[in-house]
């Protein structure tokens, strides 16, 4: 399989079903966060999060827009700055604008793909600025989509932690 079609087919189903979670939310469930523990994102955190973690990162890797402001230097970053703990945070003001990023995310994402070669994808060494490790660029947008996936497991436990009747077939889709 190329690494084109892969990509495509895992994120189309990533975003199917993170949506699909995501219309589960209630409005006043937004300021929810898990009640134990330490460091935990609110729901409204975790929609920005999971909708801003696909296209924005997919560009970064392709095209080395990062967003990073001149002169800042990643490696020079303090752990704290790299990954801010969750009170610090961006957040969603509602659930339409979690649906509008996300959709808005999908379709940055699968653009960056069209810019990309699938000789690009197997061989292009992708560094990231937190990981300058040798990975070619198709094993770290499937990472990237792999993070994507990750959230949508969060997001799914934090429904049911909020009592809402979710099973395996909410978390991976099926019909």
Do not use: C
Request: proline share 6%.
């Amino acid at each position: 399989m190329q690494w084109s079609t892969l990509l495509r087919s895992e994120l189309n189903h990533v975003y199917d079903v993170t949506e699909g979670l995501v219309n589960l939310v209630q409005e006043d469930e937004l300021s929810w966060k898990p009640a134990t523990g330490g460091n935990w994102m609110m729901v409204r955190q975790l929609l920005h999060h999971i909708a801003t973690s696909g296209g924005f990162v997919f560009k970064g890797f392709i095209t080395g827009d990062w967003g990073i402001p001149e002169g800042v230097n990643p490696e020079e970053m303090t752990p704290e700055e790299m990954l801010p703990p969750a009170e610090k945070l961006p957040s969603v003001a509602s659930l339409d604008e979690a649906r509008q990023m996300l959709a808005s995310d999908k379709a940055l994402a699968f653009e960056m793909l069209d810019k990309v070669s699938e000789e690009d994808l197997q061989t292009r060494p992708a560094p990231a600025p937190w990981d300058s490790s040798d990975m070619s660029l198709g094993y770290r947008l499937l990472q990237m989509t792999a993070h994507i996936n990750q959230h949508k497991g969060q997001l799914f436990y934090y429904l049911k932690l909020l009592g809402k009747p979710v099973n395996t077939t909410h978390l991976w889709g099926g019909k």
